[in-house]
Every structure is written in structure tokens, then in C-alpha cells.
């Protein structure tokens, strides 16, 4: 059997379905409420407590968003001559014929994608309690709504390519969110730098 090795701890694994679990329902739940989608409503016993479910799985969310600020930030927050280079190549997803540069940990379309949603879920939790608490201030209520559904479009766009890419796009990539392992070989090829790190190179 390949030998395996551990890219993300029990706690990421466990942090990242409760932001995945949380942020998907959301967008299912803030999705009918946009559109006003009966049946989804009716899946929660109606609106109004369809609104109390959202409104406390925004609070599980950004718990989970915060808590997940010490596994991802530092890394996110670093780029080398390599990872510009990666850009500049596009990752390697435009053509087979670039040669893409040796990545760390995260390549750069994974710490922009973490500080998109750090931004956005931070706009659209704030905007949220916004909505929640504030009714009776129609000020608050506007820009809360108007800031509240720009950051649903960001995350709309960023959590299918997201998905796409954690799955059909790069096979084998989904059981690091199951279990937090990859194939060593794998982890050699793609992310020689933290192997050459961590010693395992
Ligand atoms: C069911 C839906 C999802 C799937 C299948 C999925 C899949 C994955 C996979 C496979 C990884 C590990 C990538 C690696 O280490 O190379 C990952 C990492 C991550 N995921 Fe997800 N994910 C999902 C939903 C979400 C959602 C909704 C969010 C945030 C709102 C999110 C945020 C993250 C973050 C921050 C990381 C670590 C850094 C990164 O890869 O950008 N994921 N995901």
C-alpha cells in the first residue's frame, strides 16, 4: 500500500466540515430567502424558522472561521518568487505546456481563495447581525442588505470552484477533507517544498 501522509490534523479536518456543513447551508437557506423558494421553506417547517436556523448557523460559521484563523493565515499571508511565478503561469490549469514552480503547503490559488472567504466572511457575518439586530434602523438595514448579498455573490462564485477543484478537478484530493491524508508520492510531486521541510524528501 502508498504510503500516506498527514496533510491536515484531526482539528482542520473536523474545523473545515463545520465551515463547509455551515457556509453550504447558509447559502441554501440565504438562497430561498433571496428567491423566496417555498419548498426550501417548507423543508424547515417555514421562513420564520428557517430565518432562526440561518441566523445560528452564522454564528457557527464564523466561530468556525475565526477558530480556523491559526490553521491557515500565516501561510496564507506568504508569498515567495515561486508562487508569483505560479501565477504568472496560471497554477498550470490554462496549459499543460508551462512549467508550474514548486509549491509549499498551499499554492496561492488556495491562500487567496482562504482570504476571500476571511474577507467575505467576515463582511457577511457583520452585515448579517446587521439584519438581525438593527431592524428598526432602516439605515443599518440598507447597506446591512446591500453589503449582506454582494458577499453571497462572492461566495456563490468562489465555493463551486472550490468544490470543483477539492474534487473532479484533482482526484484524490478529497479524502484530505475526510481523513487529513495524501499519498506521500502525491505530496512529493505537488508540495515538494513542504515535504523538503517537514524532512520527507
Ligand atoms: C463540500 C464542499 C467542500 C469540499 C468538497 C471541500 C474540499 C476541500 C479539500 C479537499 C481541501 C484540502 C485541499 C488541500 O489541502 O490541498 C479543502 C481545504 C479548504 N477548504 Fe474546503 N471544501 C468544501 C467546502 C468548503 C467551504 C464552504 C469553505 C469555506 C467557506 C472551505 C474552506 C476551505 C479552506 C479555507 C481550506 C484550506 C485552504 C485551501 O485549500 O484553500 N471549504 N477543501
Known amino acids: 500500500m502508498a504510503e ?13 466540515l463545520i465551515l463547509a456543513g455551515t457556509c453550504i447551508l447558509l ?9 423566496h423558494v417555498e419548498i426550501i421553506g417548507a ?5 420564520n424558522t428557517m430565518k432562526t436556523v440561518h441566523n445560528w448557523l452564522g454564528v457557527a460559521f464564523i466561530l468556525s472561521l475565526l477558530y480556523s484563523l491559526h490553521h491557515y493565515l ?23 505546456k508551462v512549467k508550474v514552480p514548486p ?3 498551499y499554492n496561492p490559488g488556495q491562500k487567496l481563495y482562504y482570504l476571500a472567504v ?13 439584519l438581525w ?8 438595514m440598507l447597506y446591512s442588505h446591500l453589503i449582506h448579498n454582494i458577499s453571497f455573490c462572492v ?7 472550490h468544490i470543483y477543484l477539492g474534487t473532479l478537478a484533482n482526484p484524490g484530493t478529497f479524502q484530505i477533507m475526510v481523513n487529513g491524508m495524501m499519498p506521500l508520492k502525491d505530496a512529493q510531486k505537488k508540495h515538494p517544498k513542504w515535504i523538503k521541510a517537514i524532512g520527507k524528501m
Not at 5 to 11: F, G, L, N, P
Not at 78 to 92: I, M, N, R, S, T
Not at 118 to 130: K, L, N, R
Not at 155 to 161: E, K, L, M, S
Open 4 to 16: 500516506m501522509i498527514r496533510k491536515s490534523s484531526v482539528d482542520e479536518v473536523v474545523n473545515h
Open 103 to 105: 509549491m509549499g503547503k
Open 74 to 96: 500565516i501561510d496564507a499571508l506568504e508569498y515567495d518568487a515561486d508562487d508569483l511565478q505560479w501565477f504568472k503561469v496560471a497554477g498550470g490549469y490554462l496549459s499543460h
Open 118 to 130: 476571511v474577507v467575505f466572511g467576515m463582511t457577511i457575518t457583520i452585515s448579517g447581525f446587521g
Open 27 to 35: 447559502m441554501i437557506t440565504g438562497y430561498a430567502f433571496l428567491f
Open 43 to 47: 423543508l424547515f417547517g417555514g421562513f
Open 155 to 161: 461566495f456563490v462564485i468562489a465555493v463551486p470552484v
Open 133 to 140: 439586530f438593527f431592524q428598526s434602523n432602516a439605515t443599518v
